[in-house]
Structures are given as structure tokens and as C-alpha cells.
T-cell receptor
Framework: SQELEQSPQSLIVQEGKNLTINCTSSKTLYGLYWYKQKYGEGLIFLMMLQKGGEEKSHEKITAKLDEKKQQSSLHITASQPSHAGIYLCGADSPGNTPLVFGKGTRLSVIA | DAGVTQSPTHLIKTRGQQVTLRCSPKSGHDTVSWYQQALGQGPQFIFQ???????QRGNFPDRFSGHQFPNYSSELNVNALLLGDSALYLC???????????FGAGSRLTVL
């Protein structure tokens, strides 16, 4: 079965700083999904990547999928307190399999 | 347009009891998936319902069962509760064939 490893497990950054979160798969990725979760709440969809080398941006968040489709990164530019939360990567396989998630990266942004 | 709604938001049960959690999917969605998220962990897939049938199931015991109604809403039932069943239970909906899930806020179950 597919396993996703996220790093770092937690991250504390000063407001205005840039940061990167990584997601590494044990198998070639078919679809890679990034979600954000406020503590104890539901997940909010951020972006989906499917093609090797693909890059998508939304506001100050950029997600990339490497050419080999085994690793994805999420980059936040000029972090703000509103970026704080848990970032989760999820992946599926061909045949509409259910999403498998990593354990998440907890981000704190301090003033 | 309402998103995914779940009820109850919080509940406390004792070991051996049974619990039912409810989910209404986002308008236009016909597929409902349930996930269990233990503290500090990522969501674990329980099962998925489409056209009132269980389409896929994760590695969970038979104590976990579900149902989908004709209006696409769904229930998750857990029998013979164990302390380890304490978790946030997330419902997610989607259109059939799509894996972009819309999640509800979850039901937090505490088993004492």
C-alpha cells in the first residue's frame, strides 16, 4: 500500500518568512492533493497535482510535483498568521482509489 | 450553498456502547467517504458509499458499518466501542469519479 511521509512534522516560523513542507511517497504518485486543516476541524482543499514537473499557485502558496512523481513540496511565501494550521498531503492511485494521507505538518506562525 | 454538514459535533460514550454519526454531502455530490483521524495522525480511510452501496473499505473491523440514503446522506455506525475508537470522524463528499474531496468539520468522539 502507498505510504506518504511528510517533513518536517512541525514548524514554527516568524511572520513574513518563507517555508517549505515536503511530502514523499513510497510509490510513484498518480494524483497528489494538498489540504489544510485547522486544529480539530475539517480539511480544506488547496491544490491537486498530477503531472511530473507540475507547479500550481494560489495566493502565496505554491505546490510542486517532481519529475519522477515521488515527491511534492508546498512553499509558502511571506507567511502570515492565517497560514497556521496542519498541512496534509494525500494521494490516490489509478482506478479511483480512496485518498491516503500523510500524518501532516503542523505550522505555527509567530509575530 | 451548504458544504458538508456533520452531526453531532461532539459526543462522549462509554466502552461497549454504540454510536451513530451523520453526514449530509455537498449539493451535487453523490459519493460519501468516511475517515477516522486520531490525535496527531492523518485521516485513515474507513469506507466509501456510492449509490447506497459500500464501494470501497479500508482496514477497519466489522464493528464499523455505514449506510447511504437515497438523498446521498450517510451514517457511520460503530458498535462495541473501544477506548481506541476515540477520534475525529470526518465525512467527505465528492462527485463520482473525482477525488477532490470536500470535508465536513467532523464529529469528535470520546470513549471513556
Amino acid at each position: 500500500s502507498q505510504e506518504l511521509e511528510q517533513s518536517p512534522q512541525s514548524l514554527i516560523v516568524q511572520e513574513g518568512k518563507n517555508l517549505t513542507i515536503n511530502c514523499t511517497s513510497s510509490k510513484t504518485l498518480y494524483g497528489l492533493y494538498w489540504y489544510k486543516q485547522k486544529y480539530g476541524e475539517g480539511l480544506i482543499f488547496l491544490m491537486m497535482l498530477q503531472k511530473g514537473g507540475e507547479e500550481k499557485s494560489h495566493e502565496k502558496i505554491t505546490a510542486k510535483l517532481d519529475e519522477k512523481k515521488q515527491q511534492s513540496s508546498l512553499h509558502i511565501t511571506a507567511s502570515q498568521p492565517s497560514h497556521a494550521g496542519i498541512y496534509l498531503c494525500g494521494a490516490d492511485s489509478p482506478g479511483n482509489t480512496p485518498l491516503v494521507f500523510g500524518k501532516g505538518t503542523r505550522l505555527s506562525v509567530i509575530a | 450553498d451548504a458544504g458538508v454538514t456533520q452531526s453531532p459535533t461532539h459526543l462522549i460514550k462509554t466502552r461497549g456502547q454504540q454510536v451513530t454519526l451523520r453526514c449530509s454531502p455537498k449539493s451535487g455530490h453523490d459519493t460519501v467517504s468516511w475517515y477516522q483521524q486520531a490525535l496527531g495522525q492523518g485521516p485513515q480511510f474507513i469506507f466509501q458509499y456510492y449509490e447506497e452501496e459500500e464501494r470501497q473499505r479500508g482496514n477497519f473491523p466489522d464493528r464499523f458499518s455505514g449506510h447511504q440514503f437515497p438523498n446521498y446522506s450517510s451514517e457511520l455506525n460503530v458498535n462495541a466501542l473501544l477506548l481506541g475508537d476515540s477520534a475525529l470522524y470526518l465525512c467527505a463528499s465528492s462527485r463520482s469519479g473525482a477525488n477532490v474531496l470536500t470535508f465536513g468539520a467532523g464529529s469528535r468522539l470520546t470513549v471513556l
